[in-house]
């Protein structure tokens, strides 16, 4: 999670990578429930930050996908036979549709966080986007 300044710096504050805790039934389960994960500790982070600065309004958090999939499917209302993923999905639409979340998507190549939690990604992108700062 990074947080970016007026001024257009930008730095992490915070990262993780760790096993989905519980069986899911598909690859796009998987990804949602980790999306849906970083969401909450991205607004836990947000209020955190808010107290601390003494900032009265939430900033919305905007999240990068690299999961074409699940980026489409935040832009629809399709439905889906597992309640679980029904669930899930159905919060974070909720968060979008409250202008609490917006969500891009960005090709794998281009996801900066990668170079944070996968072993063979190089991480000069991510360097050049916080050198940039």
């Known amino acids: 999670m990074m947080i970016n300044q007026k001024t257009g710096a930008s730095n992490i504050i915070h990262w993780f990578s760790h096993k989905v805790s519980r069986t899911v039934t598909s690859p ?3 990804e949602t429930l980790a999306f849906e994960e970083a969401v909450d500790q991205a607004h836990g982070l947000n209020k955190l930050l808010g107290l601390i600065t003494g ?4 900033k919305p958090v905007i999240a990068i996908t ?5 980026f489409d499917h935040l832009q629809s209302r399709n439905s889906f036979s597992n309640p679980r993923l029904v669930a899930e999905m159905s919060k974070l639409r909720e968060c979008i549709d409250k202008k ?16 944070l939690t996968k072993r063979d990604v190089c991480p000069t992108s991510l360097l050049k986007a916080l050198e940039n700062t």
């Open 100 to 115: 609490e979340l917006s969500v891009s998507w960005v090709r794998t190549a281009q996801q900066l966080a990668d170079a």
């Open 55 to 58: 900032r009265k309004k939430d």
């Open 66 to 70: 690299d999961c074409k999939s699940l």
């Open 28 to 30: 796009l389960a998987a």
